[in-house]
C-alpha cells in the first residue's frame, strides 16, 4: 500500500482544507494511507480515518535552511523525516517553499547524478488535455548548462512516464527561436542538448502554451517569472470575462449562449487540477502545494503523489540521468 505524508500546516488557509481533502482522497482511493503531519487538536476529525503524527510548529515563509533544519517539531520538517526513514512513499505540503525545498534536498539528498533538483509543473495549453511540462519553475536563482541539459532530460521523462506523452518534444525558453538566441547560459544548453533526438530548439514565451512543446526548459529564476506571469494573465482574463458579462442585462443575456465556451476554457486554465509542483531529482517523491490551496487542490496534489510513486518517477530518473 502506497503511504503519503501529508503536511497540514504552513498553507494560507490552515488546517481544514487538508483536513477535508484528507477524508475526501481516502474515500475514493483504498489503496493508499495517509499521514497527517500537524497540530493533534486541528485534526481530530481525521482520528480513525488516517495516522496522526503531531507537530504544533509552522516554519515560517521566510525562513532559511538552518532554520528549518532546526525546527524538529515542525510539521514540515517531521513530514520530510517520514520519507526519510522509510515510513513514507511521497510527501505533500503547500508550506514555505523555501522551507520545502531545502529540508527535502538536505533530508532526502538528490539523486546519484543529479547535479541540482528542479521543480517542475504541467501548465495547460490551448489543447484541451494536453500539457506542456516547464522546469525549473523556482527551485534556483540560477542553473549551469549542464543543469538545465539534465533538467531536459527529467523533463522529457516525466512527461513520457506521467503524462502519457510517446517521444515528448522539448523546448529551451529563450527570446529567438535561432540557435544563436538566449542568455549566455541558454545558448551553451543548446550546444549540450543539440546531439539529443528529443530537442527541438528554443521556444518564445508567447508560443510555449500554444501546444507545440511537450517539455520547456528554464533556469529557475526565468522558470518562476513564467509561472506568476501566466497565473496573473489567467486571472486577469477571467476577471475581464466576468465584468464583460456582468456589464448589464443583454451582456448577461449573451453569457447564456456563449456560457458552455467560457466553461470549457476555464477548465483549460484551472492550474489546480495539476496539482501543484513536483521537486524532481531527490530521492523521494515530493510535491508542493500552491500556499493558498483550497480542498480540491490539495487533493489533486495527494492524487499526483499517488501517481509518482506508482510509476516510480524517482527510479526513471535515477536511471535515465
Same mark, same amino acid.
Given at each position: ?8 500546516? @504552513? ?12 477524508? =475526501?482522497?481516502?474515500? $475514493? ?17 481525521? /482520528? ?28 514540515? %520538517?517531521?513530514?520530510?523525516?517520514? &520519507?526519510? $526513514? ?7 505540503? #503547500? @508550506? ?30 490551448? +489543447? ?18 549542464? /543543469?538545465?541539459? =539534465? ?10 512516464? +506521467? ?41 518564445? #514565451? ?16 526565468? @522558470?518562476? +517569472?513564467?509561472?506568476?506571469?501566466? /497565473? ?5 482574463? *477571467? ?15 449573451? %453569457? ?14 484551472? %492550474?489546480?487540477?495539476?496539482? @501543484?509542483?513536483?521537486?524532481? *531529482? ?10 493558498? &490551496?483550497?480542498? %480540491? ?19 526513471? +530518473?535515477? /536511471?535515465?540521468?
Amino acid at each position: 500500500m502506497i503511504k503519503i505524508a501529508v503536511d497540514t500546516l @504552513g498553507g494560507d488557509n490552515g488546517s481544514g482544507p487538508v483536513v477535508e481533502a484528507i477524508i =475526501q482522497f481516502l474515500k $475514493e482511493y483504498k489503496d493508499v494511507s495517509i499521514i497527517a503531519v500537524g497540530k493533534k487538536e486541528e485534526l481530530k476529525k481525521l /482520528e480513525g480515518v488516517c495516522e496522526i503524527v503531531d507537530a504544533p510548529d509552522i516554519v515560517p515563509m521566510e525562513a532559511g535552511p538552518l532554520e528549518v533544519m532546526r525546527m524538529k517539531n515542525s510539521s514540515m %520538517y517531521k513530514t520530510v523525516m517520514l &520519507a526519510k $526513514e522509510g515510513k513514507a512513499d511521497a510527501v505533500v505540503s #503547500a @508550506g514555505s517553499t523555501g522551507g520545502f525545498l531545502s529540508s527535502s534536498t538536505l533530508l532526502l539528498k538528490t539523486l546519484p547524478g543529479v547535479n541540482r533538483a528542479a521543480f517542475v509543473a504541467p501548465f495547460p495549453t490551448k +489543447i484541451k488535455g494536453h500539457y506542456a511540462v516547464i522546469l525549473d519553475i523556482g527551485a534556483s536563482n540560477e542553473n549551469s548548462a549542464e /543543469e538545465l541539459k =539534465q533538467f531536459a532530460l527529467m523533463g522529457a521523462l516525466y512527461s513520457e512516464h +506521467i503524462l502519457g506523452v510517446e517521444n515528448p518534444k522539448v523546448y529551451l525558453l529563450s527570446n529567438g527561436t535561432e540557435p544563436k538566441k538566449g542568455s549566455p547560459v541558454g545558448k551553451e544548453a543548446y550546444k549540450l542538448l543539440s546531439n539529443y533526438p528529443f530537442f527541438k530548439g528554443n521556444i518564445e #514565451a508567447r508560443n510555449a502554451l500554444n501546444g507545440e512543446a511537450d517539455v520547456i526548459v528554464t533556469d529557475g529564476f526565468t @522558470g518562476n +517569472i513564467f509561472l506568476k506571469s501566466s /497565473e496573473g494573465m489567467a486571472k486577469m482574463m *477571467g476577471g475581464l470575462f466576468k465584468d464583460a458579462f456582468m456589464k448589464n442585462l443583454w451582456t448577461m443575456l449573451g %453569457y447564456l449562449h456563449v456560457r458552455k465556451g467560457i466553461k470549457n476554457i476555464s477548465k483549460i486554465m484551472d %492550474y489546480k487540477s495539476t496539482g @501543484g509542483a513536483m521537486l524532481l *531529482g531527490v530521492n523521494g517523491v515530493v510535491v508542493k502545494v500552491h500556499g493558498n &490551496a483550497d480542498t %480540491y487542490s490539495m487533493f489533486c496534489a495527494i492524487r499526483v503523489a499517488k501517481k509518482l510513486v506508482e510509476k516510480d518517477i524517482s527510479g526513471k +530518473i535515477k /536511471e535515465g540521468i
